[in-house]
């Protein structure tokens, strides 16, 4: 069964979820959020190619596409910083001190849900 709809959809879900998150000032996870909408988004690009992936790096599943798919540069970029969120976000001892809500702020909460939204709208291009 082909099931990309259902991993876009439930990016689409995290993306405003991490909308949500930093209009109430969980910028924390509204990041985490964000890295998840983009993880989802282009998984959904490999189960459209009925091809199995695994792992949480956007960064290694952008360079896993197959190769026929021509990924922008700045999108790499973008994954790189997601990519820095996925266990700092909810981790404090991934932190030199403190818990992760007192570590991230709201510029950084907006600039991972524009990356997000960025990478999400890239793999709704290959799906479309």
Not at 6 to 12: E, H, L, P
Not at 62 to 75: C, F, G, K, N, R
Not at 105 to 127: H, K, M, P
Request: proline fraction near 4%; charged fraction near 25%.
């Amino acid at each position: 069964m082909e099931r990309s709809a259902d991993w876009m959809d439930q990016a689409r879900g995290d993306l405003r979820h991490a909308q949500n998150d930093l209009q109430d000032g969980f910028y924390d996870w509204a990041c985490f959020s964000a890295q998840q909408a983009a993880e989802k988004a282009v998984k959904a690009v490999f189960k459209r190619h009925k091809l199995e992936v695994w792992g949480h790096s956007i960064v290694d599943l952008l360079s896993a596409l197959p190769a026929h798919i021509a990924v922008p540069d700045e999108l790499y970029d973008m994954a790189m910083e997601l990519d820095k969120g996925y266990i700092s976000t909810r981790y404090p001892d991934a932190l030199p001190s403190g818990s992760p809500r007192t570590r991230y702020s709201q510029q950084e909460a907006e600039r991972f849900i524009r990356y997000a939204r960025a990478i999400l709208e890239f793999c709704e291009g290959l799906l479309a």
